[in-house]
């Protein structure tokens, strides 16, 4: 049951739309709607991966953001150069606790920011130069290194670098992949756009390597793709999928490597958490090697059953009885964190505003919980993400697109949710408002929230923060302002 019915719905949102000049009212109108469970597709419905209004204060990143801090960051055997300015690489750098097995700055090098640190005169002479003398430089300090990517901040579409070339050239010289990726910033509406030219750029430069050389495999390889092992997310799947027998040939990208990548085309299931992020390479894969992909959703053990069955669904009985076996494991367990946690939960009212996956994967979590969630959201949603979405809310609830800061605010003021699960940049309004928040796009530094061992956490965690007593001693200023001025005025 929704905490607000449709009319009440309908109402908040016309009020929170009064404030805008008429034609932002008319573009913002499209990006809010009431959830409807019987609509197949909500492309009447809602308006998505559309350029945010200026003026207003979007949560969105760029493409940069979805290219180097989603796709390929995380890759740990590779480095990632952030070719331009200073600033955006070490904005990027470590970002997301993308956990790794290795030795930072040896054979692993995630957390370290490599940057052809623009100056004004680059910009006036181009940066060619610089790139090529930066990659020899790396290959001599990080011999390593299995190989490098040229990450594109917005001057270099600005000024025209042939960063191709460079990368041809240099490829040649060092022996190793060199990928160029065009991911300017200023590229399409949001971080979006550069998941797609990351996984482009793996089509184009990474895939094909070892295409025709000889491969030893098994009737049971998937690959995991979208998961980016934040608080160590993919050790917890990669745990489940093969007790119940399967190998797990490559993991994209976190804890990833180069080879892993290239091996890819092999397996038999590519199996995709964060569709968003990778649904492009795994149409590429099914199109090009005949390699069927699945969205699995591992966030609380009622989707964790359910995804289990799905993904043994493409293999024989060997792997099916293999998911039952783990289902039958873990249930027990599961069951005693529930009824720990859940009398703890039960009734409470979550609102969501997420990027990637998690506005919708994580909603079974909660209802597993005995929460209820009555708002949810994408920063940079494409309506196929809107499709799977309102297919687990309930009728009525509020999902908006893009939303604003003001939006956002006046909606928790009006629905009065006990419980925000959002971004980093909405964490500390919250927090003077007085409401519990959890930041959900790097679990607020704890993790895992995959799999089972990740759902005891995520319950955990989500009665620590609801129910620590802190929050009932927090006032918003504007509250206290108020409070002085009914103290003077009594």
Partial sequence: MAALTREETQALIQEVLEVYPEKAKKDRAKHLMINDKTLESSKKCITSNRKSLPGVMTMRGCAYAGSKGVVWGPIKDMISISHGPIGCGQYARAGRRNYYVGTTGVDTFCEMNFTSDFQERDIVFGGDKKLAKLIEEIEMLFPLNKGISVQSECPIGLIGDDI????????????????????????????????????????????????????????????????????????????????????????????????????????????????????????????KYGIPWLEYNFFGPTKIAE???????????????????????????????IAKYKPRLQGKKVMLYVGGLRPRHVVGAYEDLGMEVIGTGYEFAHNDDYDRTIKEMGDATLIYDDATGYELEEFVKAMKPDLIGSGIKEKYVFHKMGVPFRQMHSWDYSGPYHGYDGFAIFARDMDMTLNNPCWKMLKAPWQKQEAEALKKAA
């Fill in 164 to 287: 191709e070339a460079v990368a041809k050239k240099m490829a040649a010289q060092i022996g190793k992949p060199v990928v160029p990726v065009r991911c300017e910033g200023f590229r399409g509406v949001s971080q979006s756009l550069g998941h797609h030219i990351a996984n482009d750029s793996v089509r184009d430069w990474i895939l094909p390597n070892r295409d025709g050389k000889h491969y030893e495999k098994t009737p049971y390889d998937v690959a995991i793709l979208g998961d980016y092992n934040i608080g160590g997310d993919a050790w917890a799947s990669r745990i489940l999928l093969e007790e119940m027998g399967l190998r797990v040939v490559a993991q994209w990208s976190g804890d990833g490597t180069l080879a892993e990548m290239e091996n890819t085309p092999n397996v038999k299931l590519n199996l995709l958490h964060c569709y968003r992020s990778m649904n492009y390479i795994a149409r590429h894969m099914e199109e």
């Fill in 307 to 337: 995804s289990l069955r799905k993904i043994a669904e493409h293999f024989d009985d060997r792997i099916k009885e293999g998911a039952e076996r783990v289902i039958e494991k873990y249930t027990p367990v599961m069951n005693a964190v």
